[in-house]
């Protein structure tokens, strides 16, 4: 009778110790197992010696001044921009300025080159414009305007998924005839977009290594 007592007893002993398994092991690494809280990581401060660098490898320095004192493009120097606006406009097409894609420059990039121009003085006042030779236009507002930048990259460097224009080794028929063969897909190479005559000026400008201050 006696002995029979022990048996629930040993029973609800055991259940007990079960209940105790089940509970995960409390150890010094806990944190470990619980899921992170969502963290943003904290974008890296403007850099404006890299924004600099930028400027000048994106030719902008070409067309609006070393030192941002505007040329070709008016001042940067000083802006007093908000940088949505100033991100915006280096997104758009403002002939003869091209746009320039997220692949080409990050928004992070523009931030950079955002901090290097606010860090400069205001210019005093702007360069004089280009002179070109008489009939010239700047080879950079025949490449802006017909839009080829949006995909063959701000200075015909080419994209991902346009070829390289500046310094091809088509010869002008080649040119013109490659540019008319994807009318339907790519209405940019039709003749509403450039004419024959613009096109064998930009096809110059092209072989003559597109620079932005050259006419054609
Ligand atoms: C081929 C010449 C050219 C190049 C290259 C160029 N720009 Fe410009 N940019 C212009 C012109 C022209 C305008 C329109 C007139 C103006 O507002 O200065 C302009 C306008 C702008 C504006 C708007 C200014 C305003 O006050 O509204 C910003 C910002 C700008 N450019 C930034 C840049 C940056 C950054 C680069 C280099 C990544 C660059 N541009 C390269 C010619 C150029
Ligand atoms: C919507 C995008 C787009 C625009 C805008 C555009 N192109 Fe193209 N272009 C392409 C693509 C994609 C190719 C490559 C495929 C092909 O050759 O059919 C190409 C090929 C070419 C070629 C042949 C290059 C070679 O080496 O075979 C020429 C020339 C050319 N484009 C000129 C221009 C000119 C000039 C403009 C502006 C008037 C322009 N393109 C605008 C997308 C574009």
């Not at 921009?81 to 997104?91: D, K």
């Not at 028929?173 to 190479?189: E, K, Q, S």
């Amino acid at each position: 009778m006696r002995r029979l007592m022990w048996i629930p007893l040993l029973i609800l002993v055991g259940v007990a110790l079960t209940a105790c398994e089940d509970e995960q092991p409390r150890t010094s690494s806990d944190s470990a197992y619980q899921a992170p809280e969502p963290t943003t990581i904290p974008a890296a401060a403007p850099d404006p010696d890299r924004g600099h660098t930028l400027y000048t490898t994106w030719r902008c320095a070409g067309c609006h001044g070393e030192r941002g004192q505007g040329q070709v493009g008016g001042a940067l120097a000083g802006t007093t921009l908000p940088f949505e606006q100033f991100v915006q406009a280096v997104r758009q097409t403002r002939p003869p300025k091209p746009a320039f894609s997220t692949a080409e420059l990050s928004d992070d990039d523009v931030r950079d080159i955002y901090a290097w121009v606010t860090s400069l003085p205001a210019a005093a006042e702007v360069s004089a414009a280009l002179t070109l030779e008489e009939g010239e236009v700047l080879g950079m507002s025949v490449w802006t305007q017909s839009g080829c930048d949006a995909c063959h990259g701000a200075f015909a460097q080419g994209s991902a998924y346009a070829p390289p224009l500046v310094e091809t080794d088509l010869s002008l028929n080649d040119f013109l005839a490659a540019l008319r063969r994807d009318v339907t897909t790519i209405p940019a190479h039709g003749p509403d977009a450039i004419t024959d005559e613009w096109a064998a000026r930009l096809y110059r400008w092209l072989v003559t290594g597109a620079s932005i201050t050259g006419g054609c």
